[in-house]
């Protein structure tokens, strides 16, 4: 009876060292009792995955197989995963390895980035797995041995909605931390060791995973209308025209359904077609993609009709009274000289009258800025 006493003594004594020096550390505990390794300690790590192929939003099992030929006490594997491609699925940490025989223990997990080689760290993130050996029931260790390949940890990852490019997933082969420690006698926790040397591992490949990268958005007519952006006097800046006008404002249509956006959706900053009105495109994630406004030729003050208020614009810019930008500015061009520069003239100040007087009506010629 009193040596099994003193077995179990010792084990409390060998777990509560582990848990105590062992927790997360960034070296090897110095082994203060017991023997040195024998045989050739060597370990297989294995990485699989629950599906070969993912899409955003998918949640993807991985588990670490272990397979060695040394009773093993403690054991660290930080699973490294590409940060802007996964998340750590909250609790989804399980270890199965207490079903693999004799290996009953701790298991706990650590998301501390210094456990990320220097070689990843700027692109993945880490979810650490530790597993340190409990007592058997007859007073040894319940040490870690399995001649064949064992699941014994399980993490999930969810693919961001946002991933794009390629996500993966490894055990980092130059992670010197794994912690060498086992005994020699499972039965007689004294034979506990602690390798000098790293012992024989062997890696498994890291899982990787492509996604396509999303397709830029696309602003484009719908069928039966002519929506264009352009571009005036050699600028990069885009602006939206080409709208029926007579389509919006005589059978009060939506001017929202003379254009769609592929691969990507958009808003209006107001509901009046006018010029000005800005309409930002977003891309598949979300993402602010472009902004363009409006441009309704003949509307050069931006309410959304032409009348003597734009004639008094125009006339004014063409006498230097005032200097109008960018979408006002354009707009104002009417009668187009040129499809992409501009020129405030009488002969656009004659148009606006016209138009205004209902001597002429707008055609689609004249909103696409085509001489």
């Not at 041995?145 to 961001?160: E, I, M, R, W, Y």
């Not at 990069?236 to 059978?251: A, H, M, S, T, W």
Request: aromatic content about 12%; proline content about 3%; glycine content about 8%.
């Amino acid at each position: 009876m009193t040596k099994k006493l003193n077995k179990i003594a010792a084990v409390i004594v060998v777990a509560s060292m582990l848990i105590s020096c062992f927790c997360f550390g960034g070296n090897a505990i110095d082994s203060t009792f017991g023997g040195t390794p024998t045989g050739n300690e060597a370990m297989s790590i294995g990485l699989t995955a629950s599906a070969d192929s993912v899409e955003p939003g998918d949640v993807v099992t991985f588990t670490v197989r272990l397979s060695n030929n040394y009773n093993a006490i403690t054991m660290f594997w930080p699973v490294l995963y590409s940060t802007d491609f996964f998340e750590l699925v909250d609790g989804s940490v399980t270890s199965p390895i207490d079903n693999v025989t004799a290996a009953a223990g701790t298991t706990t997990t650590t998301t501390d980035a210094s456990f990320i080689p220097s070689a990843y760290s700027a692109t993945h993130s880490v979810i650490g797995i530790q597993w340190v050996a409990g007592g058997t029931a007859d007073g040894g260790v319940a040490v870690f041995n399995s001649g064949v390949a064992a699941d014994c940890f399980t993490v999930q990852l969810k693919v961001k909605d946002t991933a794009t490019g390629t996500g993966t997933v490894l055990i980092p082969a130059d992670y010197d931390g794994y912690y060498y420690s086992g005994v020699n006698d499972p039965s007689d926790p004294l034979t506990y060791y602690n390798s000098a040397t790293p012992f024989n591992f062997t890696f498994a490949d890291a899982i990787s995973y492509s996604l396509a990268s999303a397709a830029e958005p696309e602003l484009v007519a719908t069928e039966g209308y002519e929506v264009q952006l352009i571009s005036f006097d050699g600028n990069e800046k885009q602006y939206l025209c080409g709208f029926d006008v007579v389509d919006i404002i005589d059978n009060g249509n939506d001017f929202r359904n003379q254009f769609v956006v592929n691969n990507g959706t958009f808003t209006v900053s107001q509901d009046l077609f006018a010029t000005g009105t800005v309409v930002t495109v977003y891309d598949s994630t979300g993402a602010v993609f472009a902004e363009y406004e409006i441009i309704f030729f003949g509307d050069a003050n931006g309410d959304g009709i032409i009348d003597g208020a734009d004639i008094s614009v125009m006339a004014d810019t063409y006498n230097y009274i005032i200097e109008p930008t960018g979408a006002s500015y354009y707009a104002s061009d009417i009668y187009a000289d040129d499809k992409y520069s501009v020129i405030i003239d009488g002969a656009d100040i004659g148009l606006a009258a016209d138009l205004y007087n209902y001597v002429v009506t707008s055609d689609i010629d004249m909103q696409t800025h085509t001489p």
